[in-house]
């Protein structure tokens, strides 16, 4: 495919699809370039499946991403309740958990206050009585147990909802579409792309750069060269176990170093995420380690006695990336705010995001 349009858009992710339905809500034309022969299949296809507010982002002080993580929920419910919907999330505290039941209590008030004390953003603290029905959860040394609610969702069918809602208001999407050259020597842009059967060019006043994972091979190939994004690849890796879960999602600390872990009911089974471990290499090849696998059983086992899993029995494992910056040694505490760097101040022809 040839043609000139506004906006192009490089990605096929949650990003690209939701700048490609801004734009052409604004009355833009827009021409989506995907690498695969569908939509999500990098970090927007193996989350967590989350539309959550942002609560562990309290312990390194970042309110202003959990202000603005609890309104995109929100706004989500609203907009998109066939595919989003609220989750009640049990938060267990130990007698040996590095997170007191009063620093959690404190986390939890101070999360419902960021959310307006809006009904989904209040919490609760569950009846020791009632412990022995959540799901064969762990209660020796359990001092408390406290809920409060999250959002679910189906990341690839969200992805896919978004993007048609953009064709729906004119953008146009190409699939097996891999980016080789971006020109910004004119005054707009040319983007060359391979497609199964040959090399295209489109031409568009700006191109984002929505590539997730890929974000700076894509800048890597526009001439004349622009900055490099300043960011690291991390490694978030998922397996999938049978038995499913009835009261919801549990968000427990992980015996081996305390980072917080999800359990959650999905599709008959039950999810458990994440890790976070450094990653170097092509991003189209980023698969669970076995040590991470280990982690995550570990987790499980130790949060639910009765259900322990074997590696044997694990029904799946997929892995996703993060893009984070490098300033910050510590993965678990770099900001999670999407940034956007442009390739020059004044009418740029290319944003990336981050």
């Excluded at 842009?189 to 929505?210: D, G, K, L, M, P």
Aim: contains cysteine; proline residues 6%; glycine residues 8%.
């Amino acid at each position: 495919m040839t043609g000139r349009f506004d906006v192009a858009v490089i990605g096929g992710g949650i990003h690209g699809a939701g700048v490609a339905q801004a734009a052409a809500a604004a009355g833009h034309s827009i021409c989506v370039l995907e690498q695969f022969d569908g939509l999500a299949r990098g970090t927007s296809g193996r989350s967590s499946k989350l539309i959550h507010g942002g609560l562990r982002y309290l312990e390194t002080f970042q309110l202003a991403l959990v202000r603005v993580c609890l309104y995109e929920r929100a706004l989500l419910l609203k907009n998109a309740s066939q595919l989003v919907r609220l989750v009640p999330v049990c938060l267990p505290v130990y007698r040996h958990s590095r997170r007191s039941a009063w620093r959690v209590r404190s986390g939890l008030l101070l999360y419902g206050l960021l959310g307006g004390l809006t009904p989904e953003c209040r919490f609760e603290t569950v009846p020791k009585r009632e412990w022995r029905n959540l799901d064969g959860l762990e209660t020796h040394g359990l001092r408390a147990v406290f809920r409060y609610f999250d959002a679910q969702t189906d990341d690839v069918a969200l992805t896919q909802a978004v993007m048609r809602s953009a064709q729906a208001l004119g953008a146009h999407l190409i699939t097996g579409a891999r980016v080789t050259h971006v020109d910004l020597s004119g005054h707009g842009a040319e983007v060359v792309y391979q497609s199964a059967h040959a090399e295209e060019i489109i031409r568009a006043r700006v191109v984002v750069n929505a590539a997730g994972p890929w974000v700076n091979l894509v800048l890597q190939s526009a001439t004349p060269n622009p900055r490099m994004l300043p960011v690291s690849l991390v490694q978030g890796a998922h397996i999938i176990v049978p038995g499913t879960l009835t009261h919801g999602i549990y968000y427990a600390e992980a015996p081996r170093d305390g980072r917080p872990v999800f359990f959650m009911p999905w599709r008959g089974n039950t999810l458990v995420g994440t890790t976070e471990t450094a990653y170097s290499g092509d991003p189209a090849e980023v698969a669970p380690l076995p040590t991470e696998i280990d982690y995550l059983l570990a987790a499980h086992a130790a949060t639910f006695p009765t259900r322990v899993v074997s590696r044997d029995e694990v029904i799946d494992a997929f892995a996703g990336l993060r893009v984070l910056p490098t300033k910050d040694p510590s993965l678990s505490v770099r900001p999670r705010e999407t940034r956007l760097l442009t390739d020059r101040m004044q009418t740029p022809r290319l944003t990336s995001i981050n």
